[in-house]
């Protein structure tokens, strides 16, 4: 193979001028020729080859050997590949600190994806029974403190006291209104599912997380933003209008009313706010006398809850209310059912009974639970045939969860 390789060598001459020396070296014979070069000029234009031009000092001959041994052409190489590394490297770094900034992907198991059981009304109840509630206890607030003439006057003509066979199931209904939703307790997450899929008529579970609460009438992604003014016992009532087998249908015409295109309203916040007028209810005496009379709390206030819903649903359909109009017909529908408590659990009976009849020969609308009903599912099925009367609660005990304090839900 023949040719020839140039190699060009620059140095500086005394004025400053730049001088070029190319040197060919002919493969074939292995010498080398120096061809000096000043200012891109060849030595025959003015330019002296072995001595200086214009006071610029001489270019010596360096031959290729020279240069290897020194190390120029080494670290010439050596540069342009440290550059592509360097680059190399940067993007490397780059790409690992996106990669970083993603969100790790978790795979989703196989019993992830099988519903969790539904749950009733007792069950859950029986959770809150079983479970100690210790500092809650001693931080509820169950009736109002009146002093002075307010005390006198509400002894010799206010609602009767409590029985105090009945004061520790009005204390452990106040405790539930303290306790928050857990997303560590199996039982929380199950009633909270149980709510939307009765709701929705959907059979496998929802994202603890995401838009899809507010469907179902909550104001965000997390239910449990919503329920500071009444605590867990807001879903569980909810719970018990949509499990009771005769209340579900009305659950489910209050939840069509709420997606009126005109009409419409946050199903679940509107609970919660039945739920915060029985509290107040039960916490000013208004129902210690059909307490009494039944002997049983939690099933008192139920009812009352569901009639006060029941109310509501009927002024806001009859009336064409609209959501604007809710500040005002909340606090209508809480004095009515404050003043008339009596009244409006016997309209609850009779609409029930009126129900009863109407869809006696027609099947059940609860065709959902029948798909995957749980134990206590079936008690209050069988249960509820014998009536409002016949529905008994037994208390065993107290549930220790974080505190909230009580006050109002309000609606967007």
């Known amino acids: 193979m023949e040719g020839d390789v140039a190699v060009v060598v620059y140095s500086e001459g005394s004025k400053g001028f730049q001088q070029e020396c190319q040197q060919t070296e002919d493969l074939t014979n292995g010498h080398s020729k120096l061809t000096p070069v000043l200012n891109g000029l060849p030595p025959g234009n003015g330019v002296k080859e072995n001595g200086s031009a214009n006071g610029s000092s001489y270019l010596r001959s360096v031959p290729i050997s020279s240069l290897k041994q020194n190390g120029i052409l ?11 590394a ?70 010799l003509f206010g609602p009767p006291r409590l029985h105090k066979e009945l004061v520790e199931e009005r204390d452990l209904v106040f405790a539930i209104a303290q306790c928050s939703l857990e997303n560590s307790q199996p039982v929380h997450m199950r009633v909270l599912q149980t709510i939307y899929r009765k709701l ?144 409006i659990l016997r309209r609850l009976e009779s609409f029930l009974q009126e129900r009863r009849a109407g869809i006696v020969h027609r099947t059940s609308p609860d065709a959902l639970s029948h798909s995957n009903p749980s134990p206590g599912d079936r008690e209050s099925r069988v249960s509820s045939q014998g009536g409002k009367e016949g529905k008994e609660m037994n208390f065993t005990g107290v549930c220790e969860l974080p505190p909230e304090m009580e006050g109002e839900a309000r609606l967007i």
């Open 86 to 155: 360097e680059e190399v490297n940067s993007e490397l770094e780059r790409a690992q600190q996106e990669w970083d900034a993603l969100e790790s992907i978790q795979p989703v198991l196989v019993e992830d994806l099988t519903p969790s059981a539904l749950i009733s009304f007792n069950e859950a109840l029986q959770h809150f029974q079983t479970t100690d509630l210790g500092d809650l206890l001693r931080n509820i607030q169950p009736t109002i403190r009146r002093t002075g003439l307010a005390a006198i006057t509400h002894f």
């Open 200 to 343: 929705t008529c959907t059979r496998t579970d929802c994202p603890r997380y995401g838009p899809h609460w507010e469907n179902v009438g909550f104001q965000g992604a997390d239910p449990a933003t919503d329920l500071r003014g009444t605590g867990f016992l807001g879903l569980m009532h909810a719970l018990y209008l949509v499990m009771d087998p005769e209340t579900l249908p009305l659950a489910r015409d209050i939840y069509k009313l709420s997606q009126h295109p005109v009409q419409n309203f946050p199903f679940c916040v509107m609970s919660i706010n039945m739920t915060r007028i029985a509290l107040h209810a039960l916490r000013e005496e208004v129902l210690s006398k059909e307490c009494n009379r039944r002997q049983q709390v939690v099933g008192v206030l139920n009812d009352f809850y569901v009639a006060t819903f029941l109310h509501l649903y009927q002024l806001w359909k009859s009336e064409k209310k609209t959501i604007s109009d809710s500040g005002y017909v909340l606090k209508e529908v809480e004095l009515y059912a404050k003043k008339n408590p009596k009244q």
């Open 74 to 84: 080494q670290s010439l190489a050596a540069g342009g590949e440290q550059t592509k």
